[in-house]
């Protein structure tokens, strides 16, 4: 089969490769239908995640399953599934608890971008849907395995109530997807904060009600006019620099919150300045498997159309030139067809 | 009247002062009943806190209306009452969303270990009680104006609910405070990280269902072996210290909270390291106003004894041995008679 392997910083190929087989029993393989490269992924591509061999990149997938261990009984060959980037059991008390990124026996889904993929405790971390998708709707189902339940996940750690007033820091497509997530969790007004005409256009699409172009105190000021003069209820952190920490922590409210999902870059918080912000803080790793079933209705039912996020599709063997646009901000997220 | 006066580190006198009077028509002034020596009191006299000239100590307060401005409408001369050490108007943004330490309009009591203080904005700040108390309520009662407020607040902002499991690091006034707080709240198990003996059996009377004595990495496998190996679901910081927050967040259970209302020392939290740990955190100066009318209810109806927490009781005069007895840690707290 092809698969996608990153070999050094900004080598990435599309080789032949054995495919995979199934090596325990909770196993399943899978047939990708559609794969797609993750901001996250550009850390390996731009040399910040040191890459000691070449391997297999990937870790977003929707497909059909091929073939299952004999352990697996919530998934079976022919079904349409999406599964999150990280697998987990979905039974340990942490998983019950919502979150399944912090799973016991959590493992890494990697080489996704490929024409199958095989992924550990597939009754854990897949899930069928419904029916087999249209055409139109795989890659809004595509999201759902990383992005759109990234988004989810800050929306619901920053705490979004019907009615309240949420803020986003971040325009990539976990900014995005945080702003769709706010607008269906209730949120009124919606303020994402972007420079990019593209991105402001996108997220007014997907429910946004003000843009805010201006960063650091000019954007905490902004943000503060626009919101009674004490900051949102909610903020969603979703670059992962200090600045961007900052930018959410004095964007919120005394009392509001912020989740942030921006993978933290060194970022160090004070504890005398969170301590006076009266702000509650929660961040991490999705548990996007915890909102599958919930997102992938939404998907189905028309409400929510997160696939907007690719502006870049191409077939699996051109996946340099997806890196590549990511990497050069010529595209906000590319999807790969195998 | 007599006033606690602080001249340098170490050195608390107390002295003839004037007494308080109403500068602005929003202002009560009080006498004094009873009030008491706080731990924050003690960065001050340990030279912490820098002292630019002798200053009128102490915040914390219960006492009989003297007299009102001419704007003040729900306190009356006569009345027995108790306010926060954080004078609010509880009207604006942030009074209503229940954080009343981050008012707009906040002004910090001072001048409390006295035998008359004004208070500013005193509609916001005061509540009454519902009839004048018996003696040996006073001690309860003062409490309320801060420690136990304190530990209720971290009781809230680490999100204690019915059933919840519970550990408060620190066993000072205010983890004392927290363990009534996660008792009252519905915690189930309550463990109290304490090395104390004293403090331990007060902890157990309180509430405490298990005393941890070890710290660092051992506390935290202590706390992993009585919590289903995951942690707790909420976490009461009241020390203020690196090493305590470390202890606190790693005694969280992933998606579980801390709340921290020890006053952070240089305090730096990881953004890694929060974020890998799915752990909520909120902290800051405690709106003990917000929870005066409940606490108060509960004092009455004899629910919380928390008055437990003084094992010193001086006259007003002795103030300087009162300190002396906390920062030597021979007492947990010191009341004050004037």
Same sequence: chains 1, 2.
Wanted: aromatic share 6%; proline share 6%; charged share 20%.
């Amino acid at each position: 089969m092809r698969a996608t392997i990153i070999h050094a910083p900004g080598d990435i190929r599309v080789e032949n490769a054995p495919e995979p087989t199934i090596t325990a029993p909770t196993d399943a393989v899978i047939r990708t239908v559609a794969t797609c490269v993750c901001g996250s992924d550009l850390w390996s591509y731009r040399g910040v995640l040191p890459i000691a061999e070449p391997w297999a990149i990937g870790h977003e997938y929707v497909g059909v399953v091929e073939e299952v261990g004999s352990e697996v009984s919530t998934v079976r060959p022919g079904q349409f599934v999406i599964g999150s980037f990280v697998a987990s059991d979905n039974t340990c008390p942490n998983c019950r608890a919502g979150y399944q990124t912090s799973c016991l026996h959590a493992q890494q889904v990697n080489g996704a971008q490929a024409e199958y993929v095989r992924i550990p405790i597939a009754d854990g971390t897949l899930v069928a849907t419904p029916e087999q998708p249209d055409e139109e709707l795989i890659p809004s189902l595509l999201t759902l395995s990383d992005v759109m339940g990234t988004g989810w996940y800050a929306a619901r750690a920053a705490e979004i109530r019907p009615g309240s007033t949420a803020v986003v820091v971040g325009d990539g497509a976990v900014g995005l997807s945080g702003v769709i997530a706010a607008k269906e969790l209730g949120a009124e007004r919606i303020i994402a904060m972007s420079r990019h005409e593209s991105r402001q256009k996108l997220a007014l699409e997907f429910g946004a009600t003000d843009i805010v172009t201006e960063r650091g105190e000019e954007g905490v000021a902004r943000v503060k006019e626009l919101t009674n003069g004490v900051g949102a209820d909610s903020v969603l952190e979703c670059v992962g620099t200090q600045e961007s920490m900052r930018q959410g922590l004095q964007s919120a409210r005394p009392g509001g919150n912020v989740g942030f999902v921006g993978f933290p870059h060194g970022t160090q918080i004070d504890g005398q300045e969170l301590f006076f912000s009266h702000v509650g803080l929660r961040g991490g790793l999705a548990p996007v498997r915890s909102y599958l079933p919930d997102l992938i209705q939404r998907v189905f039912d028309g409400r929510i159309n997160p696939g907007k996020v690719f502006d870049l599709s191409l077939p699996l063997d051109q996946a340099a030139e997806g890196y590549k646009a990511m990497d050069q901000r010529r595209a906000i997220k590319t999807l790969l067809r195998p």
